[in-house]
């Protein structure tokens, strides 16, 4: 296998169709997540990293009196997202900001919610106390982080070594490290999220896990997130992967195949998410 050193260089609005399919595949963890706030009455809520607006969108429908912001650095996910608030007839605006340094410039919010976006920013303890200052006193702050990998397919699949997906665990793995490494700034820390919040001042904070599971047979919408998903796999990890499994992936992706991720019956979409609550004392 050939571990160049490359540039991960991530083009976001590229991949606005997976985020938003990605997104409604979530969309149940999210929810499970807004209840744990259901006491909570903001009247600013931003979205920070929204990207095509999935949460933003469940937000704004679960807090209806809020000004709910989506705020991303890709001008092309933030119309995704105004387009989907106008199908969905729910009332979020957008703001067009870079990390860390955009942030600044942001209005003070009662909740920030912010997923998968803290782990491509170099310093994620300096992300988070960025996330911290936007807070109102008493407000609070949600960061997706961790969770489990997904699942989507057997141990066996009937061709190929068994156990692919336990491998794309370590490829992703060992991408996400130079992903990491290649950031601007990148500063290694423990990942102990609640800890981090603490140090980013913080208090009251805790971590709660949300299940995200489609049974087979899978509809539309969660099967093209695991085809998008393939294909990235494929595209992106081919420098991690024996031949063997690289065959396998191809295989998976070739839709005349029966055993193919657009036809086989047996495909499910199994995951869980962590969100790390915290609140601004006041
Ligand atoms: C993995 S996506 C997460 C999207 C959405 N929050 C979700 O959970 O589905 C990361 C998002 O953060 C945005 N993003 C990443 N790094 C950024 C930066 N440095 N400045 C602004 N936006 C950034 C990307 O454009 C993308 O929409």
Known sequence: MNHQHQHHDIDWAAMADALELEGAAFSPYVAQALDQLGQLTP?????????PGVAACQLAEKFGDAEVIAVDGSSELLERAVKRAARLGVRVTTRQAEFPEGLKNLPAADLVWSAQVVHHVGDQLGALKDLAAL??????????????????????????KPGLQYRLDVATNERFDLMRAELPGSVAVVEDWPAMLRA???VDAHSRTFLVDHAAPLADGPRQFIRR??????AGLAEFLDPDDLATLDRLL????????DRRSDLFLLTAKTVHFARREG
Request: a neutral charge.
């Open 43 to 51: 009247q600013r809520i931003l979205d920070i990293g929204s990207g």
């Open 135 to 160: 807070l109102r006193p008493g407000g609070t702050l949600a960061i997706v982080e961790g969770g489990l990998p997904v699942r989507s397919l057997p141990r066996d699949i009937g061709f190929g």
């Open 200 to 202: 980013a001042g913080l």
């Open 229 to 234: 998903t393939v294909e990235r796999q494929r």
């Open 254 to 261: 070739d839709p005349a195949d029966p055993a193919g991720i």
